[in-house]
């Protein structure tokens, strides 16, 4: 076990997986002789060469495009997408091809490819640094979406994405790439895709989460003294593990959902249709979410307003209870 | 049915120190435009220094720095009318100082205030655009639209090197030359992508080579030589007026300073090279050509700098003036008539805020 960062656990998930599959290679925008302007590359063009850390040129629909060419000839690509929002240019490939590529083929073809990005806001950048663009993808049929909160989670995601025969877009929470450390396992590190993870464990109140809401969710409960607050970290947007939001559910009959993206049709949305869906007669109260506004992300003098606060999350949590 | 020229792979200059071919004349420019375009670098280099100090003594945030590129700003702009449009990348993010923007708003940007951003049609200069090239549709949709209307209006797109990889600089060239737009596509070629070097981005001989494929003419000029930059636009915008289309040029340059305040170099990119480019910068060299033609002199050098400066200091000290922005703005804009959400969203954030 070493003590990492979450960019220095995906950059250490990355050594791990180039030298244990050689079809695995990295392609993006300044990951290869600047390592990624987060240095999540770092190193790999370097120990692996230039063509399994390839230098790509500026344009994201041509690196997910041809991803999926070198999916065909065998390759197990790992796009970088720079940001949450330069990655929209590669959304024409992701709905049009990638999530529909396989389906085209009768299953007779696998598209192995991993999209991932830094994503989120709160780091007080210029226009369209910010974006929580989860839900482009996940609404994308075909795609896997994951979004780890803690350094162990950013390793064993994205290694099970390298791994996964279907795409997977990962996204990164950039707020907490360099500030959350934890303990993250050496070598081969695997958690799967589909399963949740029980942040914390509480007996009155459910938050559910995923990314950088985690740790937020985490402070909520901590101010919260006087409530058993549990804290859901989903991890897979999908597949979702349902069973772990049906759980903890039933158990505190209470649930709020935090999310850093927009509100409309965001994912907290779809988390609620299933609690409505399944989870009715356990409710003690209205499902709750505590989200971004529907507004472009705004000016980063007044970002901190737009972001879901730990003030909102109590807020909603309080509402809860005294429903 | 314009005629297409193969790109020009000669780079054009008009100040002679590069080559030894000598100074040459530009027609129509006497002294008191000369000395304003002088006037106009030197507030884009004043500009851009002085924001690299207040991004360190955390005045204002992230910033990307334009050093060397004053050139192909001002000449280009110099060779437009005010009634012209201009689309800035973030690499030209000062380029409205030049019809007359306050330093104010543009430092405003950079520190993440509301003030910082314009209405376009008060200066006829787009939102700095920060998705690369995506701007590139917009200003030849706007040239086209003019010219639909009859109006005389051209616009200028300025991208960089690394820009010509995407597929909105492609479909935008193309529209504006299907169109006939009178839109000028200004490639800063500074031949770094963050740490992409041009060889990465390209296995064309010249960017201005990609201009043939889009049957427009190709124009490659010394980016550093504002004279050239300027008599470059100038022809692109009459053939843009007289209906012929638009034009592409490629302006050579080398990015002597980090890609923004954020990025550290030296991981990628040979400093010794750095350091021979920036002594060949493009404001010393325009201030070589003035002087030697007798129209500079160090007084009138040092109160043009004086002038900038002061607009600098004036300008940071209004910035770090204004009124912190209201939260409220956040549900600001977006719609003419904003979702009945707005009101309740609000109310539900000033409560948390307390
Ligand atoms: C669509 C998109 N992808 C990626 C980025 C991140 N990015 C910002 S600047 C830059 C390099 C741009 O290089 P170039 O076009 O040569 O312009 P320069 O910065 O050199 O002026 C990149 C990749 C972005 N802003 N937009
Ligand atoms: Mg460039």
Redesign the pocket.
């Known amino acids: 076990m070493a003590e990492l960062s979450i960019v220095e656990a995906i950059n250490d998930a990355f050594h791990v997986e180039l030298e244990r599959d050689p079809s695995v290679m990295v392609l993006g ?2 990951v290869g002789r600047a390592g990624g ?1 987060f240095r999540a590359t770092a190193g790999l063009r370097d120990k692996f060469g230039p063509d399994r850390c390839f230098d790509t040129p ?1 344009a ?1 629909a041509g690196i997910l495009g041809s991803a999926i060419g070198l999916c065909m000839a065998g390759w197990r690509p790992v796009c970088e ?3 949450d ?2 990655s ?2 590669c959304l024409d490939q992701l709905i049009t091809h990638v999530g529909r590529y396989r389906w085209r083929t009768g299953g007779k073809m696998s598209f192995p490819l991993v999209v991932r990005m830094p994503y989120g806001g709160g780091v007080r950048a210029p226009e ?1 640094h910010d974006d929580s663009p989860e839900t482009y993808y996940v609404h994308t049929p075909g795609v896997k979406v994951a979004i780890p909160s803690t350094p162990s989670d950013a390793k064993g995601i994205l290694t099970a994405a390298i791994r996964d025969p279907d795409p997977v877009v990962v996204l990164e929470p950039k707020l907490h790439y360099r500030t959350l450390k934890g303990e993250v396992p050496d070598g081969e590190h695997v958690v799967p895709l589909g399963k949740a993870r029980l942040a914390r464990e509480g007996d009155d109140v459910t938050l559910v989460a995923y990314g950088s809401m985690v740790p937020l969710c985490e402070q909520a409960a901590d101010v919260l003294e006087d409530v058993s607050v549990e804290v859901l970290d989903i991890r897979t947007l999908k597949p979702l593990d349902e069973d772990a939001l049906l759980a903890s559910a039933a158990k505190t009959g209470r649930v709020v959902i935090v999310q850093e993206a927009p509100r409309v049709c965001g994912f907290a949305a779809e988390l609620a249709a299933i609690l409505a869906e399944k989870a009715i007669l356990d409710l003690r109260g209205p499902v709750l979410r505590v989200t971004g506004y529907d507004v472009p992300y705004p000016y980063w003098q007044i970002e901190d307003a737009y972001m879901p606060s730990v003030e909102r999350v109590t807020a909603a949590v309080r509402k809860l209870l005294d429903f | 049915m314009a005629q297409v020229l193969p790109a020009e792979r000669d780079l054009r200059r008009v100040i002679g120190d590069a080559d030894g071919a000598g100074d040459r004349e530009v027609d129509g420019l006497g002294e008191q435009e000369l000395l304003e375009l002088y006037r106009s670098m030197v507030l884009l280099r004043t500009y851009d220094e002085r924001s690299v100090v207040y991004h360190r003594q955390g005045r204002i945030g992230t910033y ?1 720095i334009f050093w060397n ?1 004053e050139a192909m700003q001002a000449g280009v702009v110099h060779a437009l009318d005010d009634a012209d449009w201009i689309f800035p ?3 030209e993010s000062a380029i409205g100082l030049l019809r007359g923007m306050p330093p104010t708003t543009v430092l405003s940007w950079w520190r993440g205030h509301p003030a910082g951003w314009w209405n376009p049609a008060d200066y006829n200069v787009a939102s700095i655009c ?5 701007h590139v549709p917009h200003a030849a949709g706007l040239a086209w639209g003019k010219k639909l209307k009859g109006e005389r209006a051209c616009a200028v797109a300025f ?6 990889s ?1 597929g909105s600089f492609h479909e935008g060239a193309n529209f504006a030359a299907v169109t006939g737009a009178p839109l000028i596509l200004l490639c ?3 031949q ?3 740490s ?1 070097p041009l060889e990465a ?1 390209t296995r064309a001989e010249t960017l201005a080579d990609k201009a043939i494929g889009y049957g427009m003419p190709g124009v490659r000029v010394d980016g550093t030589d504002v004279l050239a930059c300027y008599e470059a636009a100038r022809e692109a915008v009459a053939r843009g007026r007289a209906g012929e289309g638009p034009t592409f040029i490629e302006a050579l340059s080398y ?1 002597s300073a980090p ?2 305040t954020a990025d550290d170099p030296r991981a990628y990119i040979d400093l010794d090279r750095v350091e021979e480019e920036r002594k060949r910068e493009c404001v010393g060299r325009f201030e070589g050509y003035l002087r030697r033609a007798g129209i500079l002199h160090d007084d009138l050098a040092e109160s043009i700098r004086v002038e900038a400066a002061d607009a600098m200091r004036a300008g940071i000290a209004a910035a770090e003036a204004e009124p912190p922005a209201d939260v409220s703005l956040v549900f600001e804009h977006a719609y003419v008539d904003p979702p009945s959400t707005f009101g309740s969203d609000l109310d539900e954030l000033r409560r948390t805020l307390g």
């Open positions: 925008e300044d302007v500026l994201e997408m720079q940001y929002a330069f929209y240019p369209l | 990307a590129h990348s973030y690499r920060v998705p690369i090239a995506t991208f960089g090197d690394g820009a010509t995407e800063n070629n500074n770094w992508a963050i992409t981005q990015r890609h923004a």
